[in-house]
Structure formats: C-alpha cells, structure tokens
C-alpha cells in the first residue's frame, strides 16, 4: 500500500494567506526549517495506479501538479483518481471537490451527513451525477472500494470520533456544536495485509478509540494546535482547540495530561504522524523545542510529498 500525503497543513494552510505571525513570516519567506504546506489530504493505492483521495483539499490542483503519480496517464482525459472519501463537511475537505468537476468519473463516499451538506449548497451539483455518483458511508461497516472497473484491493471502516459541526454550519446547529454521530469519522484502511488510520480530526482519545487503534502499523493524527489556547496567546483568534473540536499536542498549559503527548503514551502504534497543522502551531518550525518534544514522544509530523509505503 502506498499513501502519499498530498497535504499536511489545517485551513488556510502554511502559511495562512493572511497569517502574519512569526512563524508564518518565515515560511512566506521560505527559511530553512519553515517547509510551506498545503490543507490536509492523502490519496492510498494498492497497486501504484489507481488511487482513492482522502478529503478534497481546496488545494486540490496544486496537489496533484506536485503529484505525479496523480497525472493522467492515457486517453484524452483520465484520472487515476477512481473515488473520493469525505472525513467531515469542513471547507477544506470538500472545496477540493469544485476542481474535480470536469466531467471525470468516480464514485463519491461520505456519511449520510456531510452528504446532506453538499446537497444543501447547489454549487456541488457541478458534479454531474452521470459522472459523479454519491455514496454514503455506513459506520462500522467495512467497504470494499470499487474501481471504474474492479476494485481498488481497498477496504476502509468509517467509524465516528468526536468532533463537532463545520464552522459554516454552527448558526443552523441550535447550540449543538458537537453534532451526530456521522460529523466527523476516522478511517481504517487495509489492503488485506497491513492496516493504518487515518484521523485529521478529534476532540477526544476515547477508551473505545484507544482499543481500536492498538496494534496499528500506522497512525495520521489530528495535530491542528500544540496548546490548547495557542490561537489566543498569538493574537490571531479567540477560540480554543476544544472549541474548533480538536485535541491538542501537549493539552492546555502546554504539558498536561489532556493532551495528545500523554494520552497516546504507551499506545502500541508502528508509526506515529501529525497532521492538519495550524498555521501557529510551533512544530512546524524543525528547530522548535515542541518539535524536539514531539519526536522525543515518537511522532512524525507530516509534510507535503510525504510518502509511506505499508
């Protein structure tokens, strides 16, 4: 199985176009230790040709230009690209998807959830049904992924992690942030030898959680923010790690046991990755001591044109 990270950064990206911070002034100025990095996404294949994509970055083009792998191969028009799956409804999983409109075919999975979202926005009817057909997930049910023409040797289990609602769609949640069961999920993928994980966002290591990642060859976590309050002490926004829905690195004060560090201590996962990084989150600097402290703790972080084979 190859997975290749088509993208590592959370919204917005690496440096966020209106990010000024420090640390995003470094990566605009493309210093050594600062990689730049697109919004979170992967693509996985069993056989190096036909490719399943893990949420439609709104950095969908740029992805696939720095993506050979990903370039059409034959015919006029083609795609290795055979079907999509959707973790969320958030707007840097799905916007992605209006570059993918030019009549190609391939299937289209998501909850029965973030599929009632893109029906409520017509603009995602440019995906024309005779080409794009729209399946919805089942949690807990493992899936065979189909091929336009045979199956792609995949089989993913969508199961629910806590999250909460889109930002877009707080205003018609009526207070209920945290939303179904269906608003946020986590993948297992397996090509029938090895398994990984794929998790770009969790509010939560929930003993259940904890039990079914046990054991795996490969994990892709959440790593939106280091601290919880991160975005507050830098100046650039008022909420906290909670409230966006996502555990953070090393918890609220920077080092304590409601972080992502100290509830993954002791878990028995091959190999450990970070990925949906906020523009402010200090591990993207490879000489930052939370950088050191991370990998001291056995975690990767991602970055743009990584690849992984299982």
Known sequence: MRILVLGAAAGGGYPQWNCNTPGSRRAWRQ??????????????????ERWLLINASPDFRQQILAAPALWPQRDLRHSPIEAVLLTSGEIDHIAGLLSMRERQRFDLWASARVLD?????????SLHPDYVTRRALTLEAP????GLHAPLGLRVT?????GKVP??????????????EEETVGLEISDGRERFYYIPGCAELTPALRQRL???ALLFFDGTLWRDDEMQRAGVGSKTGARMGHMSIAGGNGDDDAGTLAA???L???????????TTNPVLDESSPERAQARAHGWDIAEDGMEVSL
Request: net charge negative; charged share 20%; proline share 4%.
């Open 117 to 125: 979202v893109l029906s409520q926005n017509p603009i995602f009817d």
């Open 214 to 216: 046990h054991g795996a």
């Open 268 to 278: 028995d996962v091959r190999r450990k990755i970070f990925i949906h990084l906020n």
């Open 143 to 146: 899936l065979d992924i189909a």
């Open 31 to 48: 210093e050594p230790g600062h990689q730049r990095r697109s919004q979170a996404s992967i693509a996985v294949s069993a056989d190096g």
């Open 158 to 162: 969508a199961f629910s992690v806590p």
């Open 167 to 180: 930002l877009f769609m707080e205003s018609r949640a009526n207070g209920d942030l945290q939303g179904g």
């Open 264 to 266: 993954f201590a002791g």
